[in-house]
């Protein structure tokens, strides 16, 4: 059991460049979410997903795009990078339902644009 | 809309001591939950504590321990017997019950210092 997990760790871009950050979890949940974490200021979610095939925005999403084909994975991509958009991503994961509300978060990916 | 306060940006406290972590928050609803997380250098989320807001007691992990104050929307976080494994970033979040989203809302943050 993997748990949530991230690739690429790190990554530079320059700034228009396009990439597709990577989330997937093995542990059959319904939600899933990314944040992004800047200094003083905490995490903020970019994109959240209750299920396959059905995706909303969060706090951020200007500049970001996510698509949820399968239950495991929720890419989120950046069509025109900015150097607004470095940042810490974090996606996490948690089975819906009051009762079962913990969030497993992934590694993070620490993303430059130059 | 919900919003968390973590009014202390950074903390320190001597092995062995105990520290508080303060966390406000607004909110109109009456169903929600309270989460303390911590990030240590590795950056990695860790779940350290949770309290549902419809619970009177206050909730206990170990050494770690919170006071929650429903009326005054309050949430603090105690570490005892502090370890210097516990310096770390330490966020206070909220998420909104019902069971519609698992959004959390995150204040910004509390760098904790553990010295030897």
């Known amino acids: 059991n993997a748990g949530v997990t991230q690739t690429p760790k790190f990554q530079v871009l320059k700034t228009g460049q396009s990439m597709t950050l990577q989330c997937a979890q093995d542990?059959?949940?319904?939600?899933m979410s990314w944040y992004r974490q800047d200094p003083g200021m905490g995490l903020r979610l970019i994109h959240y997903?209750?299920?396959?095939?059905?995706?909303d925005q969060g706090e951020v999403p200007n500049g970001y795009n996510v698509s949820r084909s399968t239950t495991e994975d929720f890419p989120l991509r950046l069509l025109s990078a900015a150097p607004s958009q470095t940042s810490v991503y974090f996606c996490?994961?948690?089975?819906?339902?009051?009762?079962?509300?913990?969030?497993?978060f992934g590694p993070g990916t620490r993303l430059t644009v130059l | 809309a919900q919003t968390v306060t973590q009014s202390q940006p950074e903390m320190s406290v001597q092995e062995a001591e105990t520290v508080t972590l303060s966390c406000t928050y607004d909110?109109?609803?009456?169903?929600?939950?309270l989460f303390w997380y911590k990030q240590p250098p590795s950056r990695q989320m860790i779940l350290v504590i949770r309290?549902?807001?419809?619970?009177?007691q206050n909730a206990t992990e170990n050494r770690f321990s919170v006071n929650f104050q429903k009326a005054a929307k309050s949430f603090s976080l105690k570490i005892s017997d502090s370890q210097l494994g516990d310096a770390a970033m330490y966020f206070c979040?909220?998420?909104?019950?019902?069971?519609?989203?698992?959004?959390?809302?995150f204040g910004t943050g509390t760098l904790l210092a553990v010295q030897p």
């Open positions: 996490a994961s948690a089975l819906m339902g009051a009762s079962t509300d913990t969030q497993y």
């Open positions: 542990m059959n949940h319904e939600y």
């Open positions: 997903s209750v299920g396959a095939g059905i995706t």
């Open positions: 909110t109109s609803e009456s169903d929600y939950y």
């Open positions: 309290q549902e807001a419809y619970k009177q």
């Open positions: 979040a909220y998420r909104s019950g019902g069971g519609a989203t698992n959004k959390l809302i």
